[in-house]
């Protein structure tokens, strides 16, 4: 079974502060991991995922992951808040031969002047 | 489409009445997905679309609801005698792959929010 915990319902960070959001998942495969950006009023997008290879992720926006298997975390880093960046965070996890994703209840972040 | 494609953006229903939800997915997208956005929650996984094959129902809460779709084209979701804990967010989402899905992701799209008075 897969399952996604984000512990911190909601963040703040100042602008030009650095962006943490954290992610542990549990599956009992190896997983695919994403991250999901929801900005008010409009559906989810693809931040950046995880499949094989490199553990350390890019994404759009400045933002990165990295996989750590041995911590089974996939935590989302931003090393300079934007006001822009302000949204809801999601981290989903999926099986390699999975058809859907789990996914965890969420981040708020808000990025204070 | 250029994306995924859903409306009403905004429905305002009345405790009791039936709602009809519908989702265009990207053009040549096999597979289609529903969740449910409650306010302050997570993604629920509500029901699952693959080409012509029986639909992966498991995440329906209620026999409220029922959803279709006719081939790899538009789905609705139908939502009946709707109650207010049904006001929620329902997220559309078409993938490419039908199996393996993990490696492709979803394309969503940006739900509608359905309030139940």
């Known amino acids: 079974a897969q399952s996604v915990t984000q512990l911190g319902s909601h963040v703040s960070v100042s602008e030009g502060a650095l962006v943490l959001l954290r992610c542990n998942y549990s599956s009992s495969v190896p997983p695919y991991l994403f991250w999901y950006v929801q900005y008010p009023n409009q559906g989810l997008q693809l931040l950046l995922k995880y499949t094989t290879g490199a553990t350390l992720v890019k994404g759009i926006n400045g933002f990165e992951a990295e996989f750590k298997k041995s911590e089974t975390s996939f935590h989302l880093t931003k090393p300079s808040a934007h006001m822009s960046d302000a949204a809801e965070y999601f981290c989903?996890?999926?099986?390699?031969?999975?058809?859907?994703?789990?996914f965890g209840t969420g981040t708020s972040l808000t990025v204070i002047p | 489409g250029a994306g995924v494609s859903q409306s009403p953006s905004n429905k305002v229903t009345e405790k009791g009445k039936d709602v009809e939800l519908r989702c265009d997915p990207i053009s040549g997208h096999t597979a289609l997905y529903w969740y449910r956005q409650r306010l302050g929650q997570g993604l629920e996984f509500l029901i699952y679309f693959q080409g012509n094959s029986a639909p992966d129902k498991s995440g329906l809460p209620s026999d409220r609801f029922s959803a279709e779709r006719t081939g790899e084209s538009v789905s609705t979701l139908t939502i009946q005698r709707t109650q207010q804990e049904d006001s929620a967010v329902y997220l559309c989402a078409s993938s490419f792959k039908t199996s393996g899905v993990g490696a492709y992701g979803y394309t969503f799209g940006s739900g509608t929010r359905l309030t139940v008075v």
């Open positions: 989903a996890v999926s099986r390699s031969t999975g058809n859907q994703f789990y």
